[in-house]
């Protein structure tokens, strides 16, 4: 099973603020297979990238990903108020898919 | 529109079963793999289940191997999770979610949408 590690857990960050969050995988992700999602409070999650780098439709452009192999990065360029909330990251490379255990991305 | 609306949770004592259900609209349902997956009170997430377009291939996660079951009713567009031997556990959110692609497509195992859920409470 692919073990994923996100940090930090949660990160106290200001309107206009850049967030960056981090996911590390336990072994080595087949072809960039990871995704992130947003989960505000008693809300559904919602696909922002897939793929490491891909934004889903509809995400803003201040999303966005990277990495590959082990580490993996999500990248708000500049923090809107609607942004503040919980951030998961998936992978897909093998089964069981597996989800990160979240950054809670907070105001300052 | 892509919708997924789940019932069947509620309350259920140790041991005992519940059937679960997602209603999809909006998009060509066979054709999609989908999931099940479930959030414990304050807790991330946990993929449960999954299920080709067919319905011929699924796949659990181990902590309900055995106990639970998905299937679909492409007809009907609906998936189910049947759930046998319920813990205290297994108390959660349970989700529905489709991928854009059938297994093998390429876009298989991404979550998108998600349904609203359905709690699932297991206790005396």
């Known amino acids: 099973e692919i073990v994923l590690t996100q940090s930090p857990a949660t990160l106290s960050l200001s309107p206009g603020e850049r967030a960056t969050l981090s996911c590390r995988a336990s072994?080595?992700?087949?072809?960039?297979?990871l995704a992130w999602y947003q989960q505000k409070p008693g809300q559904a999650p919602r696909l922002l990238i897939y793929?490491?780098?891909n934004r889903a439709t509809g995400i803003p452009a201040r999303f966005s990903g990277s990495g590959s192999g082990t580490d993996f990065t999500l990248t708000i360029s500049s923090l809107e108020s609607e942004d503040f909330a919980v951030y998961y990251c998936?992978?897909?490379?093998?089964?069981?898919?597996?989800f990160g255990g979240g950054t809670k991305v907070e105001i300052k | 529109e892509v919708q997924l609306l789940e019932s069947g949770g509620g309350l259920v004592q140790p041991g005992g079963s519940l059937r679960l259900s997602c209603a999809a609209s909006?998009?060509?349902?066979?054709?999609?793999?989908m999931y099940w997956v479930r959030q414990a009170p304050g807790k991330g997430l946990e993929w449960v289940a999954g299920?080709?377009?067919?319905?011929?291939?699924?796949r659990y996660a181990d902590s309900v191997k055995g106990r639970f079951t998905i299937s679909r009713d492409n007809p009907k567009k609906t998936l189910y999770l049947q759930m046998h031997s319920l813990r205290a556990e297994d108390t959660a959110m349970f989700y529905c979610?489709?991928?854009?692609?059938?297994?093998?497509?390429?876009?298989?195992?991404?979550?998108?949408?998600w349904g609203q859920g359905t709690l699932v409470t297991v206790s005396s």
């Open positions: 979610a489709r991928s854009e692609g059938d297994f093998w497509s390429g876009k298989e195992n991404y979550f998108d949408p």
């Open positions: 909006g998009f060509s349902y066979s054709n999609c793999a």
């Open positions: 299920i080709s377009g067919s319905g011929g291939h699924t």
């Open positions: 072994q080595s992700i087949d072809s960039q297979y």
């Open positions: 793929d490491a780098s």
């Open positions: 998936q992978q897909r490379s093998s089964w069981p898919l597996t």
